[in-house]
């Protein structure tokens, strides 16, 4: 039974051209029935016609609905032409590198030169040091060595001041007089001698005078023929003040002196390098507690109390070892 269909309000120009065709072409003797199927046909057939398949080998039925792009045609004389361009610049480039690496090698050389000059210098300079360590320490050497000698002399030359001064007293702050003799000091030592119950005679005295120092008194230096008449003087002295108040010891009424009475001190005579370790010694001694610091034969002495031995000071050194030893 064939199919009846009822045709599109609107048919496609192809179509109805193909309808026309197809009843132009129609023989006079066809119905409109069997027209109607002849165009269905022809539409069926065209359809049939449009349809695609992948196996299929023409693909020019593809074409129909696809839009075509144009592309860029690459022409090769284009490339051709820029060619000389890019040799061009490669080759500056080339000599551009080839240049800063000629400056680089030359700076690396001066580097090198300079090197090897510093190198030389150092070493030249490290020899300099070795032999200048050495000297150093030749002249350190010698510097312990001499100054060894410099304190052995040093030591000899305060014995022989000492052996110079073991015979002499000085007597301290008794006023000088117009026009004073040695005749005048001579007799001033015999009365102080029958005030501490000495006899001294103008034989015991070989020499007898004044020191400027730094007081107005200027102490009155008393150098005895023997040691003995020394040590005797110096002991009666103390003994003298031992057994007296402080007002009543040895003073300028002693010796019949006018004026006010003024204590007479009287020690041994020491040398200028004794006196200053004498004069550190008495602060030391006062600082710390010593209970007595006196000179005896030029040779100092401190001690803590009656009952601990005396400890013998001969330079700053001692009082320095004293002090760390406390």
């Known amino acids: 039974m064939p199919l009846r269909r009822t045709p599109p309000p609107v048919s496609s120009p192809r179509n109805a051209s193909t309808s ?10 066809i119905t409109n029935a069997e027209m109607t199927l002849i165009h269905q046909s022809s539409e069926v057939k065209i359809a049939s016609e449009m349809i695609h398949y992948d196996s299929e080998p023409d693909l020019q039925l593809l074409k129909m609905n696809i ?39 030359g ?19 490290s020899l300099k040091y070795d032999e200048f360590l ?6 350190e050497e010698a510097r312990k060595e001499d100054k060894k000698q410099i ?15 073991s015979s002499s007293i000085e007597i301290r702050n008794i006023p000088k007089t117009n026009k004073e003799t040695k005749t005048d000091l001579c007799q001033l030592i015999q009365v102080m001698g029958k005030s501490v119950s000495i006899d ?10 004044r020191i400027t120092a730094k007081d107005s008194s200027n102490p009155i230096i008393t150098e005895f023929t023997t040691v003995i008449m020394k040590e005797k003087v110096l002991s009666a002295v103390k003994n003298f003040n031992k057994c007296r108040q402080k007002g009543d010891k040895l003073n300028t009424g002693h010796l019949s002196i006018q004026g006010p009475n003024k204590p007479v001190f009287i020690a041994e005579t020491l040398t200028q390098k004794s006196q200053r370790i004498f004069f550190l010694a008495r602060a ?4 710390h507690g010593f209970a007595f610091c006196w000179t005896s034969r030029g040779a100092i002495y401190v001690r803590k109390s009656e009952n601990l031995p005396q400890i013998r000071i001969q330079d700053e050194e001692d009082l320095e070892k004293l002090r760390n030893s406390i």
């Open 20 to 29: 026309q065709a197809t009843e132009e072409m129609a023989p006079p003797n």
């Open 67 to 105: 839009t075509d792009r144009k592309k860029r045609k690459f022409e090769g004389d284009d490339i051709n032409s820029f060619m000389p361009t890019i040799k061009k610049m490669f080759e500056s480039l080339s000599i551009e590198q080839n240049k800063r690496f000629q400056d680089l090698l």
């Open 107 to 125: 700076s690396v050389n001066s580097l090198r030169e300079r090197n090897a000059e510093l190198t030389k210098s150092v070493e030249a300079m």
């Open 134 to 139: 050495s000297r150093i320490k030749s002249l």
């Open 151 to 165: 304190i052995s002399l040093e030591q000899k030359i305060e014995n022989l001041e000492r052996k110079t001064r």
């Open 200 to 209: 001294i005679k103008d034989s015991d005295i070989r020499d007898i005078y």
């Open 284 to 287: 030391f001694a006062k600082e």
